[in-house]
């Protein structure tokens, strides 16, 4: 499923990054540990988190990441929004807590 799906169908808020909403998804990753999302997501996950610095987006693009999304109304500061754009790699927004989205994006995804 394409990123611009995922944020049609969640609701989500496209912040930056838009040249990358046909980025395949194929799985989501939840964590606020830089360290955990490096050793663990995979290419063309999702990742979930409320971490809002541009360290995400070189992480994200490390793992070849399709997508953030930034939970409980979070924004990107300016540099990770920056990054975004560079990377292709969008940054999604909800207002909605890390439980209720992973359990949204689990849903769809597995649909």
């Known amino acids: 499923m394409k990123v611009k799906e995922v944020a049609e169908k969640l609701g989500l808020t496209v912040i930056s990054g838009v040249n990358g909403l046909e980025n395949e998804i194929s799985m989501g990753y939840s964590s606020d ?12 996950d999702i ?16 793992k070849d990441l399709s997508a953030v999304i930034l939970v409980k109304g ?4 300016p540099d990770m929004e920056e990054q975004s754009n560079e990377e292709n790699i969008p ?19 597995n649909q």
Request: charge should be negative; proline fraction near 2%.
């Open 33 to 44: 540990l830089l360290s955990d999302v490096m050793g663990s997501a995979q290419s063309g």
């Open 47 to 62: 990742w979930i988190t409320l971490q809002t610095h541009k360290n995400v987006m070189a992480i994200a693009s490390l």
């Open 74 to 77: 979070f924004t990107p500061d």
């Open 91 to 109: 940054v999604l927004g909800t207002t909605e807590d890390t439980f209720t989205i992973n359990g949204k994006l689990f849903n769809l995804l």
